[in-house]
């Protein structure tokens, strides 16, 4: 039995944007920022008799996906919280990443190295994680690397969410002059 949680999110939208960010990890000005770039995208308009459901219900099940992990971002799990079928998450899932990857170009952007905006991210990140990492441009994180047994010294502090002790891993690519010579 289905039953979709789909009609909250406009509620939530309105009146509690904190849980619409919970249920999709963007917030609300952000899903209809990413809802306009993408709904014209030729993948989303069929010529089909069996007509597909709105770009919000794809992108909004697609997002929910993406922002879980573990029993709660089973293909079973989204269909039921969606109330579609498991075979609509895959569609919408594909159908979705077609429409942002060909969007790549006007979802990310790197600013130019010497502009206002680069130093705001580099002042950012200097506050906010590793000063060293001030020049860097892509960060990455979450990846666990597994550790053969429990480390001397805070061991507990390595203890993950699924029972393992391990590392998490950070990654930044620096910024340097000769990559933005060669990248503009």
Known sequence: MQSSQLSLLDHFAD???????RRLRVWPEVF???????????IF??????RQLLVAIQLATFLFCAGHYGNAASPEDVAQWAGVSVGSVINF???????????HDTFVNIPP????????????????????W?????????????????????????????SRYSLNC??????????NTYHS
């Open 93 to 103: 899932t594909n159908r979705v990443m077609v429409a942002i990857l060909d969007e």
């Open 134 to 162: 001030r020049n860097g441009v892509f960060a990455a994180d979450g990846s666990s690397i597994l550790l053969f047994k429990k480390p001397q010294i805070f061991g507990e502090s390595f203890y993950d969410r699924k």
């Open 113 to 132: 190295h010497d502009s206002e905006d680069m130093e705001r991210a580099c002042t950012f990140t200097e506050l906010w994680t590793c000063p060293a």
């Open 170 to 179: 950070q990654v930044c690519i620096p910024m340097h002059a000769e990559w």
């Open 15 to 21: 009146h509690r944007p904190h849980l619409f960010l």
């Open 45 to 50: 308009h069929s010529s089909s008799e069996n």
């Open 32 to 42: 209809n920022h990413i809802l306009n770039q993408i709904s014209s995208h030729p």
